[in-house]
């Protein structure tokens, strides 16, 4: 069973930007706000005009932690460990949407004019078409897909392994990170370790058929070993580096890591 | 000079419990919001810390090192020094029901406070047992990869989080029932600040 494509956090980012033309109002919500929090656990805080997590020093205590369990995580990644996976008859049709807006805002991407750009630590930076992606050899995983707000699906992804494309350009495998950006301005990174993991692949099919436009056509990262939100679609260019790009949802307080 | 009934170390840990508990429920409360697991249960803004959904992230992430450091050395001294086995043990489960007979028909004595009933030894292993079994499902549910077989142990990731969630109630239930008690008998609160109940004996 599928569930409602979310209504929660990865919608706001568009209506957060449309109400700071309001920003009267938004000031009066918030004394408001304030007044109602009167009876929160966090009152102690707010009495100094501050939430506890919005406190400066709270914040940096608690982004230095979350620096401290993306090296804790980092530890815990073994590269030969497998996620479970599963048959056929248990994947989800269609996979469950989620992105930083609502499914009806996605803009489908031209797969003919589609071409992925290459940077950083790579030996042949030449872009790729998709019909030259399409000509590798292609693997399929079942496995499962967890998001960071809570649910999970399990889905069948099929497409190059992302280890044996960084080896077919020359990318430096000893670097830090690779980094992604995509067709509707999503960014997102992670570690070498995870990305030359057996089951991350550049995904271009889905349940045996190309990957619809609101799941990544014509191309995303699927790794089992990372959360949902972790894994970007449209992705338009791939970068290797040494140098932290962080990325949408970690520049705004998620962990980076965010391995599983 | 007497042995207290709460040493320091007791009581330090104690309340470090109480804070790390107060920081792992209200995150987790806020983190349970983005995707709840019964419709009706849900938790006001007013109740969780974290603000949200990244912040109350933080804060468990960060809270968990607190609790089981705490935790894990409140268990090593509780071992090391005979303590659990001192105040905890045993429960036989025949004084166990005369005790909550006792308590039913409101005749439940506590002249002497230092030691446990049946009912408070039971009371504080089953919430010990729980808040094991927090952790486990707490990690299968932050590593179902590299602790694939932790969540397998729940059915699944949802699993975990139901076991997690379950787990928590009961605590919450406990403290509610602790704290409740304490007020009551407000000696045994004095002994957690200062070391013994005091007053009369």
């Not at chain 1, 930083?100 to 930076?125: F, K, M, N, S, T």
Request: glycine share 10%; charged share 20%.
């Amino acid at each position: 069973m599928t569930k409602p494509p979310s209504a929660s956090r990865f919608r706001p980012a568009r209506r957060l930007a449309s109400l700071s033309d309001h920003g009267g109002l938004v000031a009066e919500i918030d004394r408001r706000r304030l007044l109602r929090g009167g009876f929160s656990l966090g009152a102690l805080a707010m009495l100094t005009g501050c939430d506890v997590t919005d406190d400066d020093a709270v914040q940096r205590g608690l982004r230095a932690v979350s620096g401290w369990n993306d090296r804790v995580q980092a530890a815990l990644f073994r590269p030969d460990k497998l996620a479970p996976t599963y048959d056929r008859a248990q994947v989800v049709r269609p996979p469950r949407f989620n992105a930083y807006y609502g499914i009806e805002d996605v803009e489908p991407v031209d797969g003919a004019a589609w071409r992925l750009e290459l940077a950083g630590l790579i030996g042949d930076r030449r872009p790729w078409t998709l019909r030259e992606i399409n000509a590798l050899p292609a693997q399929t995983w079942i496995y499962r897909h967890v998001c960071v707000e809570g649910w999970d699906y399990i889905g069948q992804w099929s497409g190059p392994n992302f280890r044996l494309f960084l080896e077919r350009i020359g990318a430096d495998l000893t670097a830090k990170y690779v980094a992604f950006r995509c067709a509707d301005g999503y960014t997102g990174s992670i570690d070498m370790p995870s990305a030359l993991h057996p089951q991350t692949i550049l995904a271009t099919g889905y349940a045996d058929e190309p990957i619809a436009d609101p799941f990544g056509y014509p191309l995303r990262l699927r790794t089992a070993v990372k959360l949902g939100f972790k894994n970007p679609k449209w992705i338009t260019a791939i970068e290797v580096t040494n140098s932290y790009p962080g990325g949408y949802w970690e520049d705004r307080g998620f962990n980076w890591f965010s391995g599983l | 000079m007497t042995r207290q009934m709460h040493p320091p170390a007791i009581r330090i840990m104690h309340w470090l419990n109480a804070l790390a508990m107060l920081v792992m429920v209200t995150s987790g409360w806020k983190i349970y919001e983005d995707e709840p697991l019964f419709g009706t249960v849900r938790f006001p803004d007013a109740i969780t810390l974290g603000g949200e959904a990244q912040g109350a992230l933080q804060w468990h992430y960060a809270g968990m090192w607190l609790m089981v450091a705490n935790g894990l050395a409140y268990v090593v001294y509780g071992l090391a020094t005979g303590r659990f086995r001192r105040l905890l043990l045993p429960i036989r489960p025949g004084e166990l029901l005369a005790t909550v007979r006792d308590a039913l028909r409101l005749r439940l004595g506590h002249d002497d406070l230092t030691r446990y009933n049946p009912v408070q030894k039971a009371m504080y292993v089953g919430v010990l047992a729980i808040g094991f079994v927090q952790v486990i499902s707490g990690l299968a549910i932050w590593k179902p990869v590299q602790f694939a077989e932790l969540t397998w142990l729940f059915g699944d990731f949802q699993g975990a989080r139901i076991a997690h969630f379950l787990g928590m109630t009961a605590i919450v239930l406990f403290v509610f029932v602790h704290a409740t008690l304490a007020l009551i008998v407000p000696q045994t609160l004095r002994a957690m600040l200062t070391g013994n109940p005091g007053g009369t004996r």
